[in-house]
């Protein structure tokens, strides 16, 4: 057995019979933070894998470092919880905000925390805060440029404003083509995605409207992010429609109800693309899927008793 254990250890695994193990986060699965404290995973086509138990009240922005870690902001309780990629909880990483509502990482690995209550507040991965950039103004939802200083942001009006958070200053508004800004992303080449609630806006690099996506009779869209190949993406109506819209077509790919968990106030997609962070963030395709991980773990098994008999 202590030699079971010493193969398992240099492949970076855990004997799995010495312990309980919760469901590792899967790539491409969507991750919807609700308004009773939890954030429910979901595989594409809205089977539910799990619940992440996060605490009480609303939950909203979320997201995933380069190990596929996942931060979701408590927007009621003025905390960042932290998930480690296996589901389970790391407790919460950052407390005493001022009802934060977003969060996204940088390329060096630190990360934002937008706060309606006022400010982005820059920290590095450890929670140690380092900046903040326009403390006394409200940041609803929030994306990094890939250039690492401009951050877009959003006040649930009608425009998308932007910051310049390596120097703490504000910049020229994006953007005034839209009605009701909520949850935001910045494609590749430029352009951007934002939940307008009364339907989703494209964006060009210009900031002036270019197409949008809707489904008839769906309620408010507020909640957006990007898949991890960047041509469709998902959004969510606070009464609980989540849905994937294919980018060139506006074809719906994939839709389901969530009910009786007070809304829908935010959604990540484990992998999603974001233009800020490269791949040090979204889970980055770094993190072995369940299967992956079965199949190596059930190889070195087989070496192990091969070994044993030899023995």
Not at 96 to 116: H, I, K, M, R
Not at 139 to 158: H, N, P
Not at 255 to 278: A, D, I, R
Request: hydrophobic share 40%; glycine share 14%; aromatic share 8%.
């Amino acid at each position: 057995m202590n030699h079971l254990k010493s193969l398992l250890a240099a492949a970076g695994l855990a004997l799995v019979a010495n312990a309980a193990i919760s469901a590792p986060f899967t790539l491409g699965n969507v991750f919807v933070s609700t308004g009773v404290g939890t954030v429910i995973e979901y595989t594409p086509t809205g089977t539910v894998v799990q619940t992440l138990n996060v605490g009480t009240g609303f939950i909203t922005g979320s997201t995933f470092d380069a190990a596929g870690n996942f931060y979701a902001t408590r927007f009621s309780n003025g905390a960042l919880q932290k998930f480690n990629a296996d589901g389970t909880s790391a407790g919460a990483l950052v407390s005493g905000l001022p009802t934060p509502e977003s969060v996204v990482f940088d390329a060096a690995g630190n990360f934002y925390v937008g706060n309606v209550g006022g400010g982005i507040r820059k920290y590095n991965a450890a929670g140690t805060l380092l900046s903040t950039t326009l403390g006394s103004t409200r940041i609803d939802f929030m994306d990094l440029s890939a250039d690492q200083s401009t951050m877009l942001y959003t006040q649930e009006g009608t425009r998308i404003l932007r910051a310049d958070v390596s120097t703490g200053t504000a910049l020229s508004d994006f953007s005034t083509a839209v009605d009701e800004a909520f949850a935001l992303r910045i494609r590749a080449n430029g352009q951007v995605l934002v939940a307008d609630g009364s339907d989703i806006e494209l964006l060009n690099a210009n900031g002036t409207d270019n197409t949008t996506f809707d489904i008839a009779g769906a309620g408010r869209w507020f909640a957006l992010n990007l898949s991890a190949d960047g041509t469709s993406f998902w959004s969510a109506t606070t009464d609980g429609l989540v849905a994937r819209f294919d980018i060139a077509t506006g074809n719906v790919l994939n839709s389901w109800t969530v009910s009786g968990t007070n809304g829908v106030w935010g959604l990540s997609v484990f992998g999603e693309q974001q233009q800020g962070c490269g791949n040090n963030c979204g889970g980055g395709g770094t993190v072995p899927e369940p299967t992956s991980l079965v199949l190596v773990g059930s190889a070195l098994l087989g070496l192990a008793l091969q070994l044993r008999r030899k023995t």
